[in-house]
């Protein structure tokens, strides 16, 4: 490990800048500088227990509100996920142009959303929906003291959910004066604009025995399209293989086919972008019709395909010309349909949030507070028009085709056996042979429709009111200096979402058909819908989303007795909490009958949570030689549930810390965590999804994965024999999947280990480094079936390879052409089937001194901070019945893996302060990841494909510079600005294994350079 560790970290600048300066980092004692000052430092102890120095044995990295200044960031959740703890959610922030989305979540250690805990000054905040979540954009950015991460399990402390540790936003509570502060933000390429305003007043009273704060904010951000973008964002780019002339790391080349019986390399061609999208095009792609002379054909209908020039069809169907009179063979890629140019890439978002706090002493023993917060968030995600894709019926003298074409259709009709039941949405029709009709099966994009919009309209309401004080002494010599808190929560969230795009699909079937002799309304051959047509099968929706949650709490606190070496310290408390989530859809997106935004059932249902806990910190020895200080702790808590898959569960936790000197502090800790399963775990009705995913039995199958074996179980699981390993099976990079909740699914445990060092070395006056090993080993993860939609792929396919088995049975298909398409689906319900494993090392430190130069000499000052994480694992196990089946992801990103989770994650910043102006620059380091199509069979010891048969399989670590300035022009009156990305850089592009906008943007930096420009004033 340690020669992996050195060498690697000899890479970049991350060995040099993490020994020399490495940010974020705790100060056990206010450290010097060279002249003597005191710098000021942050102390805080992911405990609830009173800080005493470095005592806390938990890595505690702070960001402060300086640092969400000079970042420009006016959404909280962009500053925090470019910390190294952190790894991108594809579903989250800006750039998640999905539904659900517009929310924006953190994801600590690439665990997920929904194992770390928000709270906010110490207390938990408002949910988002059924998983329970917080909505960072809910934070007010303007009143953030300071922001704490607590990595490492922390359940014992904070309770349920903090099984990757917990992020604690602390705000000005006792801010006194007016404070405006106006910011403008906009992107180098297409100068959108986006406006934030926030104005803070605030003040004492009652002879300062109170203060109240208030704080109202304003966000306008503009709408970014793929098309405004342009560059590597406009096309739908998937893999193939180009010409060697034309290859592009991020821009399509021209397609090139190799002669048959020779690879891609062997014909001169390189494995490239090809400009490719969606098999479901405007002028229709039609296919389930034999190939001539095929085994499924006969003479009569190989004769009417070849006379309407469908002799040299294949796997990918036919199409029309534009006016739906001539036929001919579907090609790939040329006829597929781009995506991306209208989708959005930076969702438009306006927000309006008001914030409240006060808190006034009645006497020296109570102390009254309150806090309020409303949002009004409104977010639009903007797609593609819809496609409709699956079997439907045609009548075969359809006025709209050819005599040819006719022919076909009569042919199919006539080829018939037994009778054929046609199901689309809540409706279902049968044919039999010779009946006049004819089932065909549809890949169309409806253009005609519009595009698909939803516009998602979040109002959160919170109230936390409570007392606290101090009780002072039992005793002298037991329980000392009593303090304790009470209080209530109160939180709801309501979301409205309005949708214009979708289509009934049993409408659409309806509407093929002639009814009384008359020509169907639809005509779907060609781009030639009509505006009756699209009255006939358009179809709205309106879906309400609601959450609520109450905490009760009540905390003591205070010395227990006194040892030889110093005073126990003690906290205890007592919980309850209740979380209520529901999702109430649309008829057409309840029933089924809806194709454009996917369709779910309702949820509904609530979890509630009686605790008690408690924590100690004892004193061992102190002030001898090499111990100045020994500490132990430890922290239980007891958790009841009302669930029958949960009941009661116990988390605990035991530590210390031992401070060698001043200057050398070791910690380490043990803790034991659960999260209970959330409202949308239990409770989630089935809805559907479209995630990147690849089909074992089609064409898009690693070339050395089409054994024998898969197209036996390829052809079990419905595959018609003609179209395993084709294109056909699967004409999309997406594939469509079912998951909902499960009311047994119980808890999961996590064991987490860290152990670290602080350094405050007195030879240094100003400087602080810690290094932190963690180790987080995660069990009965809550997941869908197998880990996810690939992973169940995968293990139906490539490892079991048992239609009987449930990874198998799971997954439903066309039973014409062999595609997961709507309404053929794979099913992938919750379960607590797999575990999650990382472990790594945190380097992080801060160094400040003053020079004798600059503006105002005896003004000058430079402040170094650096925040490093090396990975050395992060490990999946999708299915724990299969122990010996893990994804070894970390160096890796994937349809498996998902977003990148590089080596090594970090950030230096440098800045300068003289006088009234402070100049800073900042270094992002993001390293290279290797396709999981590659690194997860060869670190299995399987077959490896060969690197120069994947597309882009390597994505080059990724350096962003940003610059930021402020300048106090008087005493109140400051403005400051800056840019990101100064240097332009683009996205490493994928193709096929992309989640979105042909990269990952919840990692990489997709706008190029952005700037900002604002003013503060305060008096």
Excluded at 281 to 291: M, W
Excluded at 635 to 646: E, H, M, Q, T
Excluded at 895 to 900: A, D, K, N, V
Aim: proline fraction near 5%; include cysteine.
């Amino acid at each position: 490990m340690s020669n992996k560790l050195y060498l690697t970290a000899a890479s970049p600048i991350a060995l040099a800048v993490s020994l020399l300066l490495p940010a974020l980092a705790q100060a056990q004692t206010a450290p010097t500088t060279s002249d003597g000052a005191e710098v000021e430092t942050i102390v805080v102890t992911g405990s609830r227990l009173a800080s005493r120095g470095f005592s806390a044995p938990t890595p505690v990295s702070v960001v402060d509100a300086e640092e969400f200044k000079q970042s420009g960031a006016v959404n909280v959740e962009q500053v925090l996920n470019n910390a190294p703890q952190f790894i991108g959610s594809q579903n989250n922030g800006p750039t998640a142009n999905t539904v659900p989305g517009g929310t924006a979540t953190l994801n600590l250690r690439g665990f997920g959303a929904q194992r770390n805990l928000v709270l906010v000054n110490g207390r938990r905040f408002a949910i988002a929906g059924a998983d329970q979540t917080t909505d960072i954009n809910t934070i007010p950015a303007s009143l953030i003291r300071q922001t704490e991460v607590v990595t490492g399990g922390s359940s014992a402390v904070y309770g349920s959910d903090a099984i990757t540790g917990v992020v604690n936003f602390v705000l000005r509570q006792d801010f006194e004066g007016v404070e405006l502060n106006v910011q403008e933000n906009w992107d180098s390429h297409t100068t959108t604009r986006t406006h934030n305003i926030d104005l803070t007043v605030g003040g004492n009273f009652a002879d300062g025995k109170g203060n109240a704060v208030v704080s109202v904010n304003y966000l306008d951000r503009g709408a970014i399209s793929r098309r405004m973008r342009g560059n590597w964002a406009y096309d739908s780019l998937s893999d193939g293989c180009v010409t060697a002339a034309s290859f592009s790391k991020s821009k399509a080349g021209t397609p090139f086919s190799p002669p048959s019986g020779q690879t891609c390399a062997q014909a001169g061609g390189r494995q490239g972008l090809i400009a490719g999208g969606s098999g479901d095009i405007p002028n229709g792609r039609f296919t389930g019709v034999p190939l001539v002379g095929s085994s499924t054909s006969n003479p009569a209908l190989d004769a009417a395909l070849v006379a309407a020039g469908l002799g040299g069809m294949g796997s990918r169907g036919f199409t029309f010309n534009d006016t739906g009179t001539t036929a001919r063979p579907a090609l790939t890629p040329q006829d597929d349909f781009n995506l991306s140019p209208d989708n959005y890439l930076i969702i438009p978002q306006k927000r309006w949030m008001l914030n409240a706090m006060g808190h006034y002493d009645f006497n020296s023993k109570v102390t009254g507070y309150v806090e309020a917060h409303y949002s009004n968030n409104v977010v639009d995600m903007q797609l593609a028009p819809t496609n409709i894709n699956g079997p439907f019926l045609f009548n075969v003298n359809n006025p709209y085709l050819s005599a040819p074409m006719q022919e076909v259709l009569r042919q199919l009709d006539l080829k018939e056996t037994g009778t054929t039941t046609v199901t689309t949405g809540t409706a279902t029709r049968t044919t039999v042979a010779g009946d006049g009709l004819a089932v065909i099966n549809v890949g169309r994009r409806l253009r005609e429709v519009g595009l698909r919009r939803n516009n998602a309209e979040r109002n959160v309401f919170r109230f936390a009111a409570g007392f606290r004080g101090d009780l002072g002494d039992v005793s002298e010599s037991f329980l000392r200096d009593l303090k304790y808190d009470a209080y209530y929560t109160f939180a709801r969230t309501s979301e409205t979402d309005h949708q214009d795009g979708n289509v009934s699909r049993s409408r659409f079937q309806a509407n093929l058909l002639s009814v009384g002799g008359a020509a169907p309304v639809l005509n779907v051959f060609g781009p030639n819908i009509s505006a009756a047509g699209v009255q006939a099968i358009a179809i709205g929706a309106t879906n309400i989303t609601e959450a609520k949650q109450q905490v009760a709490a009540a905390n003591l606190s205070g010395e227990a007795f006194s040892l030889p070496a110093g005073p126990v310290d003690f906290s205890a408390g007592l919980e309850w909490r209740y979380n209520a989530a529901k999702y109430i859809p649309d008829e057409f997106l309840r029933s089924g009958d809806v194709v454009g935004f996917n369709p779910g059932l309702p949820t509904g249902g609530s979890t509630i949570v009686k605790e008690v806990y408690g924590e100690i910190r004892a004193p061992i020895l102190a002030d001898l030689p090499f111990i100045k200080n020994l500490t132990a702790n430890g922290a239980f808590r007891y958790s009841d549930y009302n669930l029958k898959g949960v009941g009661g569960v116990w988390t605990y936790s035991v530590g210390g810390a031992w401070a060698v000197t001043s200057d050398v502090n070791f910690r380490g800790q043990f803790q034991h965590a659960i999260r209970a399963p959330n409202v949308g775990e239990l409770y989630g009705g089935l809805a559907q999804s479209f995630d990147a995913a690849t089909d074992p039995c089609s064409s898009r199958a690693p070339t050395a994965q089409q054994t024998a074996a898969v197209r036996a179980v390829c052809e079990a699981t419905g595959v018609p024999a003609a179209q395993v390993f084709s294109a056909g099976v699967q004409s999309n990079t997406i594939i469509g999947n079912l998951s909902g909740g499960n009311p047994n699914v119980g808890i999961e445990e996590s064991d987490t280990y860290t152990v670290g060092v602080v350094l405050t070395p007195r030879a240094v006056p100003g400087l602080a480094v810690s290094v932190d090993y963690f180790n987080i080993d995660l069990t009965g993860a809550i997941s869908q079936l197998g880990g996810g939609l690939n992973n169940t792929l995968n293990l139906c396919y490539y490892i079991v390879q048992s239609a009987s088995s449930e990874f198998c049975q799971a997954i439903k298909r066309n039973p014409v052409t062999g595609e997961i398409a709507p309404p053929y689906y794979a099913t992938v319900t919750n379960a607590n089937t797999g575990g999650l494993k990382t472990a790594g090392v945190d380097f992080a430190a801060n160094y400040r001194f003053k020079t004798d130069f600059g503006w105002l000499p005896d003004d000058s000052a430079f402040d170094i901070s650096t925040n490093w994480t090396w990975t050395d694992e992060f490990t999946s196990t999708p299915v724990q019945a299969f122990p010996n089946i893990k994804n070894y992801c970390v160096g890796a990103f994937g349809t498996t893996c998902g977003q990148p989770i590089p080596e090594w994650k970090g950030g230096t910043r440098i800045t300068w302060r003289t006088g009234p102006l402070s100049l800073s620059v900042k270094h992002r380091f993001i390293g290279a990841v290797t396709t999981d199509k590659y690194l997860l069979p060869k670190r299995l010891g399987n077959t490896v494909p060969d690197l120069a048969t994947l597309t882009n399989p390597k994505l080059p670590a990724q350096n962003y510079f940003d610059l930021s300035f402020s300048y106090d022009l008087s005493n109140g009156v400051q403005v400051y600005g800056g840019a990101q990305n100064i240097f332009d850089r683009d996205p490493p592009i994928v193709g096929s294994a992309a989640p979105g906008a042909n990269t990952y943007a919840a990692t990489y930096d997709v706008l190029g350079t952005t700037m900002f420009l604002g003013g503060r004033l305060r008096f």
